[in-house]
């Protein structure tokens, strides 16, 4: 129910942009307009919401520890699964955001009874998202050659990097088949485990399907339909430099593509993709295990009713005396 | 004999099918999970179910002593006693089997003629469905003990020091 | 065949439960199952709102008339105050990898338990009241009403996790159910839905120091008790002087420890090591509360019963505090006590008398785990152990959810126990260390009353045990955890008979060669030594 009405709301977006600008021609509010207000929602939202959560202090130290913890110099630490100070914090964190380290973790057992392909369900996930994440990148970085004239050398090398395996005409670029392999892989299993499609909701099929759509018009434009390119770098330069421009002739597809990104990155800051800021500030994962090394000041550290040992001894004044034990106050 | 043919040669479609009709008594959301992670010691529910339904089944087959049977009944009762399950649908999962056969053997027992067979091998599912029954009440009462020896156990010490002195500290009392 | 009925004809049963979207079923509040509520008298004695006499059996939980208000105002307030809770409720992906590592979960099938929609039980609300998305959208953007019946699953949710962050190992962004408990607990604590296994002993703890309620001559007693015990066993009279001053060290210990059964063979344990290094050292009758139930409450409740401890530290004059071993305690003083109550410095940094050992570790708190002191004393060979005392024990190990995830303290224990016993055995990989399953007690849940509750969360510890218990003849569970102590006996009792609990100390005090003790026939629970008799008659 919630992937239909989710796919239905990307279709609708599609078709939405088909007609702007084919039927109504408003080629100019779709090229231009739209994509500098999802930018301008983007930046503002992403500071805001980051603004908020950096405006909520971390009152207490609460790292979840994953390893031995520093003690005795003889007894071996995990300097990884337990770091002991903000370096330690940091290559943690830096695992956690480069490879996935805690999903990872999801592999072992080999204590089994029954067949290997079960584990491999849970490396699968791992697998699955590191792949999504990382071809993301590399095709957000390699769209960059549209905003820049002359191309850096850096993403003309990439670009060469990507289509290593000189397969098809135009060449293949390998993260594409990878990045919608993987977002096939992730709506599926969405969708065909009854856990999952328990816990999911709009907000989870919604951006799996507008991303979807994004790498299919993506890849049609491409590797089957033939834009103009020279058009459309004419216009994303003119984006990119402030001084848009929208020539004719460039394929409808381009446009559904275009704004499929712009809600892309307007909806970002409202939603669960902002896991891309949060990770960063996630208090379990980076703060170091060094509480008892040094004081983490809680900065509304609460003045509360507390009971002192001379309420208690006046209470129990009597009986501590019969007993014979040690007082303040005969 | 032609019966029991039937039910050692078809035996890994309706132990299946007895174990999936088990484990969809979980919320559906849950059963996947039941059924597919292998590991026992991260799905003890799962596993233990389908190790133990293995062994009950093949005491259709050949002669399994009584005790067998028993510890197999304990083994998956004892989880089902403490969870979100009534009595009967505690202990009902051993009738289920009877469907298992029906739906996975109709064809075949049809053919080869053998209700009377047939009948009898119910007949001793419903006997184990009542051992199934005894074994849930004997767990519900080691429940009860459980709990009686916890309390037994939070006063024993206060009860040595009392026996000792022969005079009960006061916070016992008091609190 | 169709005039024979059917076998659900027969039995009228729900073979199969309905299927629902999670936002539409409702747990059912049953006997054997949910924490009774907590006791008036008590909720008045701390101080905390709205004391009022309600089960959560009743339909009708006698809530103030602004409830509704109060906890949005409370989530307002703690959005603002906890980075924690502001992430946790922003970022979660719904990725399920912490689907199926809650032992509530596993134990139950009860979907519902996976981490992920306990947290959503409360972000469904956050959605509502502080998304825009949710305020428009409702439920199509997964948010829903704070209504009684969401209350109430909230109860029956947050009262049945354990605080253990076994989830939190495995999600890729660290949110950490435990946190999500918390503050949802604090939330229900402002309208006066709480639970009495929580509230009172943070009462009784408030008012006499130790959650138990013993009062300071009850502890002097508690003490002398067990001097008298190791007398019988060891033929030596320990020293144990309770609030004495100039002392070089405070030892705080859980109340359990010299209360219940088998955590005091550990206390005696304690003492006789104590005794035998001639240690310098007092207890506190006022802080004699290592534990703190304030931490499965809220924030501010730990922070007043914490605060017994640094004062007593203070009033006594000691140079470092030691304490003992118990799981959420040293949660709490690994990663609240400092913040809370410190600084410290008034004391000094923890230097071992015997080894010269300073505890780096400890350069700010000032206050050393029991097992990180004896495993530098054995490490410098500074006990006589005869590891034979332990032989009837074939022991195993189970980490205790906050030593492994609140603070990493892994392999002290096992070095300890390994000096101290012959018969080791680790139980199987991923059920222990930081992936370690929970008693399924912990948290304020070790109550008599949801037993049935506690059996199921129970199971993947329990079937862990069971495999060693099964596969090397296991007989002990060790742990150094109070909690644990108490209620993995029923676990035990239930699932693996035959299998005790132990502590790390008892094992420690058993093998321990004391200088001029009798012949140790009996060991510290008051059973022969197997053997050790007739080998000793040679």
């Known amino acids: 129910m919630n992937a239909l009405f989710s796919l239905v709301a990307v279709v609708v977006l599609m078709l939405l942009a088909l007609f702007g600008t084919y039927g109504a021609g408003l080629q100019y509010l779709f090229g231009v307009i739209i994509p500098y207000i999802a930018i301008v929602t983007f930046l503002v939202g992403f500071v805001l919401r980051v603004v908020r959560w950096a405006r909520s202090p971390v009152p207490f130290r609460i790292p979840t520890t994953c390893g031995q913890q520093k003690s005795l110099p003889w007894i071996k630490h995990h300097e990884l699964e337990n770091p002991s100070n903000g370096f330690s914090a940091f290559l943690r964190m830096a695992l956690e955001i480069l490879f996935f380290r805690s999903l990872f973790r999801n592999t072992k057992a080999d204590l089994k009874s029954g067949p290997k392909l079960v584990y491999g369900s849970n490396k699968w996930l791992w697998l699955g998202g590191l792949v999504f994440h990382w071809s993301l990148l590399v095709v957000f970085i390699r769209h960059f050659r549209f905003f820049t004239e002359p191309v850096p050398f850096g993403i003309n090398l990439l670009e060469e990097l990507d289509s290593f395996f000189q397969v098809g005409l135009p060449i293949i670029y390998i993260t594409d088949i990878l990045l919608l392999g993987a977002l096939t892989y992730l709506v599926g299993r969405r969708l065909l485990d009854a856990r999952l499609r328990y816990i999911s909701l709009n907000a989870d099929y919604f951006p799996l399907f507008l991303i979807l759509g994004i790498g299919c018009t993506g890849a049609w434009m491409r590797y089957f339909a033939k834009v103009d390119i020279v058009g459309v770098k004419q216009l994303s330069l003119g984006l990119f430099n402030l001084h848009p421009v929208v020539p004719e002739g460039i394929g409808a597809f381009f446009y559904i593509h275009l704004f499929l990104v712009s809600v892309l990155i307007a909806y970002f800051p409202f939603s669960k993709l902002m896991h891309m800021g949060g990770i960063f500030l996630s208090p379990t994962r980076n703060l170091a295990n060094n509480n008892r090394v040094k004081r983490h000041v809680n900065p509304w550290n609460p003045v509360v009713k507390i009971h002192t040992y001379e309420e208690y001894e006046d209470e129990f004044r009597e009986v501590m005396k019969e007993a014979g034990m040690p007082l303040e106050k005969e | ?175 | 065949m169709s005039e024979t009925p059917t076998p659900e004809e027969l039995v009228k049963v729900d073979y199969k439960p309905p299927r629902k979207a999670w936002m539409d079923s409702k747990p059912e509040m049953r006997r054997g199952v949910i924490n009774w509520s907590a006791v008036p008298k008590n909720v008045e004695y701390l101080d905390l709102p709205f004391p009022r006499k309600w089960q959560p059996t009743d339909d009708d939980w006698k809530l103030p008339e602004n409830w509704k208000e109060i906890i949005l105002e409370g989530m307002r307030d703690r959005l603002k105050r906890f980075r924690t809770f502001q992430i946790f409720m922003d970022i979660c992906v719904r990725c399920g990898a912490c689907a199926d590592k809650c032992h509530f979960f596993i134990g139950s099938g009860d979907p519902k338990n996976m981490p992920v929609l306990r947290a959503e039980l409360l972000r469904a609300v956050y959605r509502r009241e502080f998304n825009l998305a949710g305020k428009l959208m409702g439920r199509m953007a997964g948010a829903r009403e704070l209504t009684v019946p969401v209350l109430k699953e909230w109860f029956y949710y947050f009262f049945q996790c354990t605080e253990c962050r076994r989830c939190s190992v495995f999600c890729p962004y660290g949110i950490d159910t435990a946190e999500i408990t918390m503050m949802a607990r604090e939330l229900m604590n402002l309208i006066g839905v709480s639970i009495d296994w929580i509230v009172t002993p943070a009462a009784n703890c408030f008012r006499t120091g130790n959650h138990l309620g013993i009062q300071p001559h009850g502890f002097q007693d508690s003490v002398n008790f067990a001097i008298d015990d190791l007398e019988d066993i060891t033929g030596i009279r320990v020293d144990a002087p309770v609030n004495r001053k100039g002392a070089e060290i405070l030892f705080v210990v859980p109340s359990a420890d010299y209360f219940a059964d088998p955590h005091y063979y550990g206390f005696l344990g304690y003492m006789a090591l104590f005794h035998e290094i001639g240690l310098d050292y007092t207890f506190s009758s006022f802080a004699s509360e290592g534990g703190n139930f304030g931490l499965f409450h809220s924030n501010e409740m730990m922070k007043r019963l914490n605060s017994k401890i640094y004062m007593e530290a203070k009033r006594l004059g000691v140079r470092w505090i030691l304490g003992g071993e118990c799981g959420h305690m040293w949660r709490v003083l690994n990663q609240y006590m400092d913040t809370m109550n410190g600084p410290a410095d008034f004391l000094e940094v923890p230097k071992s008398p015997l080894t010269g050992t300073v505890f780096e570790n400890a350069k700010s708190t000032r206050m050393v785990h029991i097992c990180e002191f004896t495993a530098d004393l054995i490490k410098h060979d500074k006990l006589k152990l005869d590891k034979s005392r332990n032989d009837r024990w074939r022991v195993t190990f189970h980490d205790s959810c906050n030593p492994a995830r609140a603070m990493g303290i892994l392999e002290e224990p096992r070095y300890i126990i390994n000096n101290v016993c012959n018969n080791f055995f680790e139980m199987p990989e991923g059920t222990t260390r930081e992936q370690t399953f929970c008693c399924g007690a912990g948290a304020g849940l070790g109550t008599e009353e949801n037993m049935e509750m506690r059996m199921r969360g129970g199971l993947p510890r329990a079937n862990a045990v069971k495999y060693v218990h099964d596969k090397y003849d296991v007989n002990l569970l060790t742990c150094m955890c109070a909690i644990d102590k108490a209620v993995l006996p029923a676990l035990m009792d239930y699932w693996v008979p035959g299998v005790q609990i132990g502590s790390v100390h008892e094992l420690v005090g058993n093998a321990l060669i004391m200088k001029g003790e009798k012949k140790r026939s009996n060991d510290l629970r008051g059973e022969p030594i197997p053997g050790k008799e007739a080998a000793e008659d040679v």
């Open chain 2, 1 to 175: 004999m032609r019966f029991d043919d039937i039910l050692k040669r078809r035996e890994k479609a309706v132990k299946t099918r007895w174990l999936n009709l088990t484990l969809d008594t979980y919320p559906a959301d849950s059963s996947g999970f039941l059924k597919n992670q292998k590991n026992q010691f991260l799905n003890p529910v799962g596993n233990t179910i389908s190790r133990e339904i293995g062994v009950l089944y093949r005491s259709f087959l050949t002669e399994t002593d009584p005790e067998t049977i028993a510890n197999s009944l304990d083994s998956i009762i004892r989880i089902r006693s403490v969870q979100e399950f009534s009595p009967s649908q505690a202990t009902g999962f051993i009738l289920l089997l009877k469907r298992a056969v029906r739906e996975e053997l109709a064809d075949e027992i049809r053919s080869a003629d053998c209700f009377d067979e047939l009948q009898r091998f119910e007949l001793k599912v419903d006997e184990m469905a009542l051992a199934g029954f005894d074994a849930y009440a004997r767990c519900r009462e080691r429940l009860f003990e459980v709990k009686l020896n916890e309390l037994r156990r939070q006063t024993s010490i206060s009860l040595a020091r009392y026996n000792r002195t022969g005079q009960q500290s006061e916070q016992l009392n008091d609190s």
